[in-house]
């Protein structure tokens, strides 16, 4: 969600916080535009990133509830190459996005980012993201890093949409985070940008 972590994926790079150094999509134009989008569904962080060191973020599109996201206007190639280097994959072979774009789904692999998901159209574009093949639910949840946390965090500020307050709020609430983190520390994290 956060423009300068989406600079990674496209230029190449290691994020401040990051254990990874980024190859970078074959197109390295910044997003045409972003916006503030919420979807059905819901945040919840599970699994261990070896690159953030805490729960990694995962939208769940059947939960209840919404999802605050960030929309980036970007090529199809662009996207490809994004998720490619979620799934631990080089960059450089477009994804075949149709059964996601026509049926809502398409699970191009089992691991975690491997589920492409299609909730809609913003203004005639479609919206796609990817995320986990299973559920929030029974999924093994874990506390996200405070550097990742920043980001999630930066991402959802940087859109005007919603205020600071709210925003640790939502973050502090999601399942894996929630009981782990407070809004009170969540607040106090993202006041001070790493």
């Known amino acids: 969600m956060d423009l300068e972590r989406l600079r990674y994926y496209l230029v190449g790079g290691r994020p401040v916080g990051a254990a990874r150094t980024y190859p970078g999509c074959r197109d390295h134009r910044a997003p045409r535009r972003s916006v503030a989008l919420e979807l059905p569904g ?5 699994t261990e990133s070896p690159v953030w060191t805490g729960g990694r973020a995962f939208y769940d599109p059947d939960a209840e509830g919404a999802l605050w996201a960030r929309a980036h206007l970007i090529t199809a190639q662009q996207f490809s190459d994004i998720a490619a280097q979620e799934m631990g994959r080089a960059p450089g072979v477009d994804l075949d996005l149709g059964t996601a774009l026509t049926e809502g789904r398409s699970v191009l692999g089992p691991g975690r980012y491997e589920t492409m998901v299609c909730p809609g159209s913003l203004e005639g574009v ?27 965090a930066a991402g959802l500020l940087a859109c005007g949409a919603w205020e600071r307050a709210a925003v640790a709020a939502y973050l502090a609430r999601a399942p894996g985070a929630a009981g782990a983190w407070t809004p009170s520390e969540v607040a106090q994290l993202i006041s001070v940008r790493a």
Not at 42 to 46: D, E, I, K, V
Not at 140 to 146: I, T, W, Y
């Open 126 to 152: 479609p919206v796609l993201t990817f995320t986990a093949p299973w559920r929030s639910r029974g999924a093994v949840l874990n506390r996200p890093s405070p550097a990742y946390l920043r980001h999630l």
């Open 42 to 46: 819901a945040l919840y962080f599970a």
